[in-house]
């Protein structure tokens, strides 16, 4: 007998396994066979453990689609970009190929399709004013000659440019490269938003360029790149003012309707004004998009800030994101983190993927699953945006560090108790002007979406309190943050303590690692998948390698609301009920199993040896589009002459 899922949960994952025609008559067996609670009375519960479950097998089918097109010879590496990108590999291609084969990386284009989604845009712009705008930024890796040198105000390596310097570390693994020269950004928020017409204006223009790279005989098409005259060596010391728009906290939300699509959901909402005492927004109406029952179906809309205006209270790079100003035209930015659906940076593996060492190292020798607690654990700064006196309580950690203590969950769910349609809605109107926002920062379950265990038996904080540990190890305080005390700050003292420090290695001890947006990408997420646990990620960011993870293959999503928090926990650590209340057996296998996959995978895509590969495609491709000649520059040697055009 095949085992038993929670549907909700089962629905979710067939959402995000597009089109899994293999699932369907599993989820025809689910919908006739429901799960089974088991009865604490008896103090005994049948536990399902088939060695096959039908999630895992469905999964294997997507991940071997996924693969199916590996390449394996140059010739079929380059049939696949032409048949993905509907363009020529570029110049160079042929080298970066025999790299990846000497790294013994996997060959296969949906890995690289971030490169194509930051990059497209730019073919609709002129190749000199990409080119040109390197002259005026301040942090710059200019390649002459195959070489890089650095350009930064700081003139030699501090702390401030570190990233610049690990960055450099990376070229210089890679083969002799082409002319050209990347402005980088050294921080962590993105910093180009552009107005969604004119990124469609760009990109139909990036459409006729390749309509007349295609229409070229193979024979018009050349393999090599330009060279160029070194970048001037006057140093810019700040950001070039062009088209520098500074955000005040009341008009960040407009630069975000701006670069969203006419008629997308955040649109069909209130026109609320973000400010910076905005309270969080927890409602049925307004629930992520990109969810089914509650849970992550659709991981990327989910995360999309264009379809999920509630972000709008609940994230605090919406509220007042640490970020001063952003760029409103299409300026060659390369950085570590973009906005899912609104912002327009080139993307490239961050530095702190790169280091070996530091906060965010993992462990060289994963510790057993067997040998991890059963549990959840999470420590961090309060960061993620500028929180103040005013607007702290809808700042996404100060959120999750509310939701999962015990004293707060059980004051919130008391309050509750009472009320005939337990809401905030009703809780505000209870209390009035003394509802206290401090105490009541949590996203607490909608029953209409949830049916949390605990929470029927008037137990959530209770239950909480036994699965997941939490606590801030700097509070970050307003209004200099940098220079402040860890543990001091006036207007969250009585909501929030210091936590015990935990290291790395005593994080990866826990068998479940939330995983909450700080300011941007985040440094540890590498280390958890490398761990063996089973990482558990809410970000409305995108980093470079997204397009590689399988959400719930490799990794578990979970909404920026965080909600479906307590159901997640609910289904992998169970709840064992008192007599006479119901017990759910946990999904401890299906933990393990997504905690191995993601660790294999992730020392398969995920090493330095990819980084460099990556880096290096995205500068290949970079240098051809900064190229006047550009629409006849590609890789064809594959193509005999005699076939003409590509």
Known sequence: MPPYFPLSIVRALVSNLDALAIFRPFLAHLQSHPCKPCSQASRKCERHTGTERPLVRAADKHFEAFLEDEAKTLPEAAEYYRARRKRH????????????????????????????????????????????????????????DGKPTLRSPQGNHTIDNNWLYVWEEMVRAMPPLPDVDLPMWIGDEPRVMLHFEHVTAYMKSADYQRSKHRALPTDRIRNEMPKYSKIAAVQPTQDPPENYTTIAPKVYWDFILDACKPGDPVFTEPQRQVNSSFPPVFSSSEYT??????????????????????????????????????????????????????????????????VDSGAYAGVKKPIAWKKKKA?????????????????????????????????????????????????????????????????????????????ITAQKHGKLGQWTGKVVDTGFTHFYCWKWRLLAEPGVCNYTEP?????????????????YLPDIDGQSSSGRFRGFLQSLSVPIK????????????????????MSNEFQDWWGLMEYFVGYKGAANETSVLGHDLVGQRIGQFGSDWTHRVERKEDMVLYFYRVILEFARICAEERVELGFVEDIPRAEGAG
Not at 420 to 432: I, K, N
Request: hydrophobic letters at 40%.
């Open 89 to 144: 590999p570029p110049p160079g291609f042929d080298t970066w190929f025999r790299l990846a084969k000497r790294h013994k990386a996997i060959i296969t284009e949906p890995l690289f399709d971030q490169i194509y989604h930051d990059l497209e845009p730019f073919w609709g712009a002129r190749p000199g004013d990409i080119r040109g705008f390197a002259e005026r930024w301040p942090n710059v890796i200019s390649i002459r």
């Open 538 to 557: 809410a970000t409305i960011f995108r980093e470079w390698r997204d397009s590689r993870l399988v959400p719930w293959r490799h990794f578990v999503p």
């Open 375 to 451: 549990a959840a654990v999470w420590r961090g700064s309060a960061t993620g945006g500028e929180h103040n006196e005013t607007n702290w309580w809808g700042f996404q950690r100060h959120r999750f560090v509310s939701m999962t203590n015990q004293t707060k969950v059980s004051f919130v769910e008391q309050e509750m108790e009472p009320l005939a349609e337990p809401s905030y809605t009703a809780l505000q109107y209870l209390h009035g002007e003394n509802f206290d926002w401090g105490m009541n920062n949590i996203a607490f379950p909608n029953r209409q979406l949830f049916n």
């Open 289 to 354: 998009v990109g969810t089914l029952k509650g849970f992550v179906s659709n991981y990327t809309m989910s995360k999309n800030v264009c379809y999920n205006p509630n972000l709008r209270s609940l994230h605090g790079h919406m509220i007042w994101p640490h970020l001063d100003a952003v760029y409103t035209e299409l300026y060659p930015i390369f950085g570590v983190a973009k906005l899912v659906g609104a912002s327009n940076d080139i993307l490239v593996p961050s530095p702190d993927h790169w």
């Open 495 to 511: 909501y929030y303590h210091l936590a015990n420090h935990l290291n790395m290695k005593q994080v990866l001890n826990y068998k």
